[in-house]
Structures are given as C-alpha cells and as structure tokens.
C-alpha cells in the first residue's frame, strides 16, 4: 500500500468510527449506520477493494472492541460494512436487483445471529421486517445516487 491509500483509508475510517459512535449515542440511529459505510464506498471508487478491505477490518476491529454486541456495531459489521464493498463487484443493468437481494441476505443473517445473541422478542418482528426491507431499498437507492454523485465530482477535479 502506498502512503497515500494509507493516508485516506485511516481518514475514511475515523470518519466511519465517528458515525457508529454517534449513532451508538442516539439509539442505534439507523441513519448514521448507512452513513458510516459511505467513506467505504468512497475508498472502492478512488484506491479500489483492498484498501477498503483494510478499512473495514480496522472499523470492524475499533467499533467491536468499543461497544461489543451493540446493534449498531454489529450492524455495521454484518450489514452496512461489507455490502459498501461487495456492491462494486456488480455493475450493469442487473447490479440494482443483484445489490439489493444481498442486502436482504445480509440482514438476514444480521436477523438471525442478533435473535440468537440478544434473545429478541419475536412479537412484533414481522412488521419492522417489512419496514427494514423498504429502508434497505432506501439505503441501495442512495448508494448508488452517492457512488454516481462521487464519481461525477471527481471527473471535475
């Protein structure tokens, strides 16, 4: 790695550290989850997997060792922190379908492994499942308007 990627993939990831720690601190924000995986996408457009790989481990290693089995780390790290860089291995007229069924797939077994460490409440699961799908829509919708919006912006730069 150069000194640059170096450089960018730290910053990039004190970014993505500082939205988990404030979504921590307004109660599992969901918001600021999808915005920590931003910088993420940013890394895999300008310096390409490995760096964001790198990236990612480190968020994933800092976010875990701060607040352990919180949903808003384990959400990044199950959900939000792999997908902003499994998405750039499909592109093309597909990629939104094929993006969005992963998405589903990795909350699910986001679902699954939070029912069986966390012991949740199966009583009113289906409705916020269905709310999570139509957000996870959302979230792949701004995904792409971001990674399309970044790379427009560095064309002119």
């Not at 931003?38 to 968020?59: H, N, R």
Request: proline share 3%; hydrophobic share 60%.
């Amino acid at each position: 790695m150069r000194s640059k990627e170096m450089a960018f993939g730290s910053i990039y990831s004190a970014i993505s550290l500082i939205l988990i720690v404030i979504s921590f601190f307004f109660s599992n924000d969901l918001f600021f989850l999808m915005a920590a995986s931003l910088p993420l996408i940013m890394l895999v457009d300008q310096f390409g997997k490995k760096t964001a790989v790198f990236s990612y481990a480190v968020i994933s290693t800092v976010a875990f060792l701060i607040f352990p089995l919180q949903i808003s780390s384990m959400a990044f790290i199950i959900i939000f922190g792999p997908f902003a860089i499994l998405r750039s291995f499909f592109t093309g007229r597909k990629a939104f379908i094929i993006n969005f069924i992963m998405l589903v797939g990795l909350s699910l077994i986001f679902y699954f492994l939070m029912m069986n460490l966390i012991k949740i409440n199966l009583k009113y699961t289906l409705p916020y499942m269905l709310f999570s799908i139509l957000m996870l829509l959302i979230y792949e919708l701004f995904c792409e308007y971001f990674s399309r919006w970044y790379r427009n912006l560095k064309k002119r730069f």
